[in-house]
């Protein structure tokens, strides 16, 4: 049976971990998947023996035939990220074994500078040197880095079998933030917007993830939450709020539509289903009109769940089990 191995932080929390976890443990039809973790959250002394003991680790794999991957996938975002993954695509390019790159990050473009920049100039020509076959999430961001870096393909976050609705009844004015705690996600935004929705609706009430301490009672500040707590979130609360500067396709935005919960987002993020409500970015007077409206007119569960069914993992790991194969059969013709 062939084998998918993915690298990349893995064991790091994190949307890109999660996606990791997803498609290994839910690999195509025909297919198996291993984990390899190349990131730990610490120091720049912890975080370069976890790349070294990555490195070490794959070099033993490709020299086994028993452990041996058919394709190494690798889950990259902007910057060192992608600096440390090169390393692991001319690993496998020179063992023969065909290499993904899969972009994940929300501000490569940024990164990457104009298209004829000289990181820009030189990301294309090891993607090519190394036959690397680069995806990224969404057709927006085709037409963002093709420019850039070459052809690319798309595909979808997916979203796991366990993410469902609930028949229970929602509260109804319950404001959900889920992210790690770092500037970019918006979460003092957030607090700053749900502030002046209270004016009007006293009873509003917030929970964020990532941040464990608030500056106000009616905000559940809950650090860092279990999948199975996160899921009652998104089946329990009224509407989730997405503020970021920066995402490339926001898995939480997806679980939410499965779960039927309306979401609100910023206008960086691309290519959201158009169920997705998107306002300008710290924009706090349209913000603030739009989470009133959502939270006195809710948008109907049956659309965002409908529109949700294409990012299920049942329908990406098809799309998967196709992409593995044909760069496969397209290494074994070169």
């Known amino acids: 049976m062939p084998k998918v191995l993915h690298i990349g932080p893995c064991e790091t929390p994190g949307g890109m971990a999660n996606v990791m976890r997803i498609l290994a443990e839910h690999p195509p039809e025909g297919w198996e998947a291993d984990l390899l973790s190349s990131h730990v959250a610490g120091s720049p002394w912890a975080k370069w023996r976890a790349y070294r003991r990555a490195r070490q680790i ?36 020179k063992a023969g074994v ?4 899969h972009i994940h990050s929300g501000q490569f473009d940024t990164w990457l500078g104009i298209p004829d920049s000289k990181r820009s100039n030189t990301m294309k020509s090891f993607l090519k040197e190394h036959q690397s076959q680069t995806v990224v999430l969404g057709t927006r961001w085709q037409e963002v880095l093709e420019p850039h870096i070459g052809s690319v393909k798309v595909m979808n976050n997916p979203v796991p079998e366990e993410i469902k609705s609930s028949q229970k009844e929602r509260e109804s004015h319950h404001i959900l933030l889920l992210g790690r705690d770092d500037p970019v996600k918006g979460h003092a935004f957030a607090i700053q917007v749900c502030e002046k ?25 809950r650090g860092w939450v279990s999948d199975s707590e996160k899921l009652k979130l998104l089946q329990s609360t009224t ?13 939480v935005v997806l679980e939410a539509m499965t779960c039927g919960l309306q979401a609100l987002v910023s206008d960086r993020i691309h ?8 306002a300008p970015f710290e924009n706090i007077e349209v913000w603030v009109s739009k989470v009133i409206e959502m939270l006195d007119n809710p948008i109907e569960p049956s659309l965002l769940i409908s529109q949700s069914e294409s990012y299920s993992i049942g329908n990406i790991s098809l799309q998967w089990g196709r992409f593995y194969s044909n760069v496969v059969n397209l290494q074994r013709i070169e």
């Open 239 to 251: 509407l989730l709020l997405v503020p970021s500067a920066f995402e490339g396709q926001p898995l």
């Open 58 to 93: 794959l070099i033993q794999m490709l020299k086994d035939p028993a452990q041996r991957p058919d394709v190494v996938h690798l889950h990259t975002a902007a910057d060192w990220s992608w600096w440390r993954k090169r390393r692991f695509a001319q690993m496998a390019h």
């Open 98 to 101: 065909p290499n993904i790159v």
């Open 271 to 278: 290519q959201t289903p158009s169920s997705v409500v998107c």
């Open 197 to 221: 929705v209270r004016e009007l609706h006293p009873q509003l009430k917030v929970t964020m993830t990532g941040i464990s301490s608030s500056p106000h009672q009616w905000i559940s500040a």
